[in-house]
Nanobody
Framework: QVQLVESGGGSVQAGGSLRLSCAAS????????MGWFRQAPGKEREGVAA???????SYADSVKGRFTISKDNAKNTLYLQMNSLKPEDTAMYYCAADESWVPPVNVADFGYWGQGTQVTVSS
């Protein structure tokens, strides 16, 4: 049974940084694709970044140059380093996984989801 648990969310001022983590269990972590998504109140869930099993990555245009996705296969953990945060980055952030994925970062490509962690950026 795939389990994904996010952590690291919080409240920061604009320009600040946060690092999100996603602890994974229940599957062969290194062979899966992983992604980060976010959903703001009243908006649809959108893709933020994804990383394939070979380490290749893809980012939404809105976060390119500010966010970095990475993973530690030894720790079965996915990360999202978020720098230069903006108020429009405020959302619930979700970790997701699946066996395969093709860019861009689409919600429909991922079948396993965590419960989310809240990120709030104040101006």
């Amino acid at each position: 049974q795939v389990q994904l648990v996010e952590s690291g969310g919080g409240s920061v001022q604009a320009g600040g940084s946060l690092r999100l983590s996603c602890a994974a269990s229940g599957y062969t972590y290194s062979s899966y694709c992983m992604g980060w998504f976010r959903q703001a109140p009243g908006k649809e869930r959108e893709g933020v970044a994804a990383i394939d099993s070979d380490g290749s990555t893809s980012y939404a245009d809105s976060v390119k140059g500010r966010f970095t996705i990475s993973k530690d296969n030894a720790k079965n953990t996915l990360y999202l380093q978020m720098n230069s945060l903006k108020p429009e980055d405020t959302a619930m952030y979700y970790c997701a996984a699946d066996e395969s994925w093709v860019p861009p970062v689409n919600v429909a490509d991922f079948g396993y989801w965590g419960q989310g962690t809240q990120v709030t950026v104040s101006s």
